[in-house]
């Protein structure tokens, strides 16, 4: 169903992002609910990419350059990061991170919506994923101080169960997460926590609206008949 995607059409339905009941699929035990008291997040972005690639809708993601204080650095992430003063938006801290970290320029006649904002606890950002649309990905020139690799995976792929785990993971040298689900698509890197919930809101999403837009032109149809 994703290959043949629309993807325009989720401009129509930003009332129906499904947030926790998509997010719950790849939450860590004790994840949620979240106690925010005292706790001030910093403002951050994500580009969430759709593109044809080998006929298939994908996204992009990054691994992250490993840096000894960077609490996400080595894992997989979005192209991404905190915003500037600079920024009028969010949607501008996406380009801005997106250019910045892949090469890749955006602009807003790009953007198909945002996901909704998940809280990072563990880093104290609070991340917004900005959709955004391109017929096709133009060539990447990575920033070796921000990522490692880059990855396009489709979404036929994330969505397949038979890639979703459960891993114990170690946090630090006193800390072990227990039953951490996990997207085992990349060799030696789960992909995990915060992304791997942004996308199940995505896919969630597409699943949501994919049926509405059938029955929307079913309608249309007999109308024009």
């Excluded at 949607?91 to 801005?96: D, E, F, G, H, P």
Aim: glycine content about 4%.
């Amino acid at each position: 169903m994703f290959d043949s995607f629309e993807v325009s059409k989720l401009k129509n339905y930003l009332d129906l992002l499904p947030e926790m009941k998509a997010w719950a699929q790849f939450a860590p035990p004790g994840r949620f609910p979240l106690d925010l008291n005292n706790i001030t997040l910093t403002r951050s972005a994500v580009a969430v990419l759709l593109f044809p690639y080998e006929s298939r809708l994908s996204t992009l993601l990054i691994v992250r350059t490993s840096h000894d204080k960077d609490k996400h650095s080595g894992q997989i992430s979005f192209p991404g990061g905190k915003a500037d003063d600079s920024d009028k938006d969010l949607v501008q801290t996406a380009l801005r991170e997106l250019w910045e970290e892949t090469g890749i320029t955006l602009d807003e006649s790009n953007l198909i919506g945002t996901l909704s904002s998940l809280a990072i606890p563990v880093s104290g950002f609070e991340v917004t994923p900005i959709v955004l649309y391109l017929d096709q990905l133009p060539e990447i020139t990575l920033s070796e101080q921000e990522a490692e690799s880059y990855h396009i995976l489709s979404l036929q792929q994330l969505s397949d169960i038979s890639h979703r785990k459960v891993m114990d993971m170690k946090r630090n040298e006193n800390i072990i997460l227990k039953d951490i689900p996990y997207i085992d698509l990349i060799e030696g890197t789960p992909l995990w926590e915060a992304t791997a919930m942004i996308l199940a809101e995505l896919l969630e999403w597409i699943k949501a609206v994919e049926p509405l837009d059938v029955k929307k032109s079913e309608v249309i149809n007999q109308k024009s008949e």
